[in-house]
C-alpha cells in the first residue's frame, strides 16, 4: 500500500508539473530577474556611494581658497549622488566656506538643501543647526527660531535649548531666554565648559 500510495503521488507530482508547467516556467524566470535586477541594484547602489566618498574627499582636501572648484564639485555630488549620506556633508562643508567669505544667500541656500534632502537625521540636524545659528547672526529671529525646531536628533536637545536662548537674548525677551538657558543646564547636568558658557550668560541676564 505505501509503494503504491509513493508511487501515486509521484504521479501526481509529475501531473502537476505537466499541466503546471508555464505557470512554474514563469514564476521562475521572474524570481531569477528579481535576483538579478536586486543585485544589480544592489552593486549600483555601492558603487554609486563610493563614487560620492571619493568625490566628498576631494572638496575636503581642496583649498578653500579654491571655492569655484568645491562649488562645482559640490553641484556635482547632489547632481550624481544626492541621496548618499556625502552630498548633504559637502553641501554643509561649502556652506560653512561661504558664511566666513561673508556670502549669506549661498550660504543659507546650502544649508536648506542638506536640511531637506540628507537621508540622515542626524545630518539633517546638524544642518539646520548652522542655519539657525546663520539667521540669528542675521537677526532674523523668527526664522531663527523656526529653524531650531526642526532639529530632532536628540544629541543636539541641550544645543537647541542654548541656542534658543541665545535668539531670544538677541531678541530682548530675557525672561525667555533665562527659561530656556536653564533648560539647557539641566539637560547638561552641571558638566563641561559648555556648562559655565551657558551659566555666565543666565547670570548676565538674571535680576
Known amino acids: 500500500m505505501a ?17 503546471h508547467k508555464a ?23 555601492v558603487s554609486k556611494s563610493e563614487a560620492a566618498s571619493q568625490m566628498y574627499q ?7 581658497e579654491n571655492s569655484d572648484i568645491i562649488s562645482a564639485k559640490v553641484k556635482l555630488i547632489k547632481d550624481k549622488h544626492s541621496k548618499t549620506p556625502y552630498a548633504a556633508r559637502s553641501a554643509i562643508y561649502f556652506a560653512k566656506i561661504l558664511s566666513k567669505n561673508n556670502k549669506v544667500n549661498e550660504s543659507i541656500k546650502e544649508f536648506r538643501w542638506a536640511a531637506s534632502n540628507s ?11 548652522f542655519l ?3 539667521y540669528l547672526a542675521e537677526t532674523k529671529f523668527e526664522e531663527a527660531l523656526a529653524t531650531s525646531g526642526e532639529i530632532k ?7 537647541v535649548y542654548d541656542l ?21 543646564l539641566d539637560y547638561f547636568g552641571g ?3 559648555l556648562y559655565k558658557v551657558i551659566q555666565n550668560k543666565k547670570d548676565a541676564l538674571s535680576p
Open 3 to 19: 509503494a503504491d500510495t509513493e508511487e501515486q503521488q509521484e504521479e501526481l507530482i509529475k501531473k502537476f508539473l505537466i499541466d
Open 58 to 64: 576631494e572638496i575636503l582636501i581642496e583649498s578653500e
Open 119 to 129: 537621508p540622515e537625521e542626524s545630518i539633517r540636524s546638524m544642518a539646520n543647526f
Open 132 to 134: 539657525a545659528n546663520q
Open 164 to 184: 534658543v536662548g541665545d535668539i531670544h537674548a538677541a531678541n530682548g525677551d530675557n525672561d525667555s531666554a533665562i527659561s530656556s538657558y536653564q533648560k539647557a
Open 23 to 45: 505557470k512554474i516556467i514563469i514564476v521562475l524566470v521572474l524570481i531569477f530577474t528579481f535576483i538579478i535586477g536586486r543585485n544589480f541594484y544592489t552593486s549600483n547602489q
Open 153 to 159: 536628533s536628540v544629541g543636539y536637545t541641550g544645543l
Open 191 to 193: 558638566q563641561g565648559q
